[in-house]
């Protein structure tokens, strides 16, 4: 602890014309007794295993980053703690969801760039378990974490190309490549177009080539597109539910299971079976 002297101007009204005077005070300001104030400790238990952000920065940090990882108000309850897992008629796959949410957080690098992609249908909690993701690697590493709806960024990127729009594609993707952990949520929503693959791609391999993490939710099964489906006859084609492969192609899809470890969530929808009378 230090005591350091600070000025402190007072502008004093006084008589016909403003006075101003100086007063001095002390005031104490702790010191981080684990960095010394320089913000930066070292690993624990590695020995020149370098160094990481300290705790007092990280929670300095980390009411800025929530806001700036502008998670939408229907998710800012999603907690991975909150996350239930014993409920009646819980699929086994939702606990096991639950722990590779828990592994993703623990062992996160943000320099090997490994993802997780959520696949599952409506209400499984593919989302909550991202934004719970999401919110514990902002408290834990001081990550620079963006939510972003895939349906929503298409819109705001094919409104860039409107003259009467300030915003430009770059200023719109800009933060997608930068962010060190993107929450990319119902990844396929958007009917598929050759300029929705070439936007897809140019996300993705973006943040391939730049080692940065990347999560994704989606409702489309991780399977491969009709195209490429060739044991199928048209009329079972045809009746086939849609693909992943059949919604960002089948390079894009190829390209997820390098970037992502793949995690199924299966079950029934938790908003129908617990939700449905709160809206929530
Ligand atoms: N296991 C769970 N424990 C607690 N809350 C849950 C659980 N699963 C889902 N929920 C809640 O139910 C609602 C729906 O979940 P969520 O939005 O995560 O589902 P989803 O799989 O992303 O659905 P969609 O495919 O429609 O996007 C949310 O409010 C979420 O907090
Ligand atoms: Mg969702
Ligand atoms: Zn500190």
Same mark, same amino acid.
């Given at each position: 602890?230090?005591?350091?002297?600070?000025?402190?101007?007072?502008?004093? +009204?006084?008589?016909?014309?403003?006075?101003?005077?100086?007063?001095?005070?002390?005031?104490?300001?702790?010191?981080?007794?684990?960095?010394?104030?320089?913000?930066?400790?070292?690993?624990?238990? &590695?020995?020149?295993?370098?160094?990481?952000?300290? @705790?007092?920065?990280?929670?300095a940090?980390?009411?800025a980053?929530?806001?700036?990882?502008?998670?939408?108000?229907?998710?800012?309850?999603?907690?991975?703690?909150?996350?239930?897992?014993?409920?009646?008629?819980? @699929?086994?796959?939702i606990?096991?969801?639950?722990?590779?949410?828990?592994?993703?957080?623990?062992?996160?690098?943000?320099?090997?760039?490994?993802?997780?992609?959520?696949?599952?249908?409506?209400?499984?909690?593919?989302?909550?378990?991202?934004?719970?993701? !999401?919110?514990?690697?902002?408290?834990?590493?001081?990550?620079?974490?963006?939510?972003?709806?895939?349906?929503?960024? !298409?819109?705001?990127?094919?409104?860039?190309?409107?003259?009467?729009?300030?915003?430009?594609?770059?200023?719109?993707?800009?933060?997608?490549?930068?962010a060190? &952990?993107? !929450?990319? @949520?119902?990844?396929?929503?958007?009917?598929?177009?050759?300029?929705?693959?070439?936007?897809?791609? !140019?996300?993705?391999?973006?943040?391939?080539?730049?080692?940065?993490?990347?999560?994704?939710?989606?409702?489309?099964?991780?399977?491969?597109?009709?195209?490429?489906s060739?044991?199928?006859?048209?009329?079972?084609?045809?009746?086939?539910?849609?693909?992943?492969?059949?919604?960002?192609?089948?390079?894009?899809?190829?390209?997820?299971?390098?970037?992502?470890?793949? &995690?199924?969530?299966?079950?029934?929808?938790?908003? +129908?079976?617990?939700k449905?009378?709160?809206?929530?």
């Amino acid at each position: 602890m230090y005591t350091e002297r600070k000025r402190f101007r007072v502008a004093a +009204q006084a008589g016909s014309g403003a006075e101003s005077s100086y007063i001095i005070m002390k005031t104490a300001t702790e010191v981080c007794p684990q960095c010394a104030g320089s913000g930066w400790k070292p690993v624990p238990g &590695v020995p020149d295993g370098g160094v990481t952000r300290c @705790d007092c920065q990280l929670q300095a940090r980390g009411g800025a980053l929530i806001a700036a990882a502008r998670i939408p108000k229907r998710y800012e309850h999603c907690e991975l703690s909150n996350f239930t897992t014993d409920f009646p008629g819980a @699929d086994r796959s939702i606990a096991l969801a639950q722990i590779s949410a828990s592994r993703f957080v623990q062992e996160f690098n943000p320099r090997d760039g490994a993802g997780l992609l959520l696949v599952g249908g409506i209400g499984t909690g593919k989302t909550h378990l991202a934004v719970g993701i !999401l919110k514990e690697l902002i408290a834990a590493t001081g990550s620079s974490c963006l939510f972003c709806d895939y349906r929503e960024l !298409l819109k705001q990127i094919q409104n860039s190309y409107n003259d009467s729009v300030q915003a430009t594609e770059l200023q719109v993707l800009r933060p997608v490549f930068e962010a060190e &952990v993107l !929450l990319l @949520d119902e990844l396929g929503a958007v009917k598929p177009s050759e300029w929705v693959w070439d936007t897809v791609s !140019l996300i993705l391999n973006t943040r391939y080539n730049d080692n940065r993490t990347t999560i994704i939710t989606t409702n489309f099964a991780d399977e491969p597109a009709a195209s490429v489906s060739r044991s199928l006859s048209p009329a079972r084609a045809a009746a086939r539910e849609e693909t992943l492969g059949d919604r960002i192609g089948e390079r894009m899809r190829s390209r997820l299971q390098e970037m992502c470890r793949i &995690v199924k969530m299966d079950g029934p929808d938790f908003r +129908q079976k617990f939700k449905s009378a709160s809206f929530g």
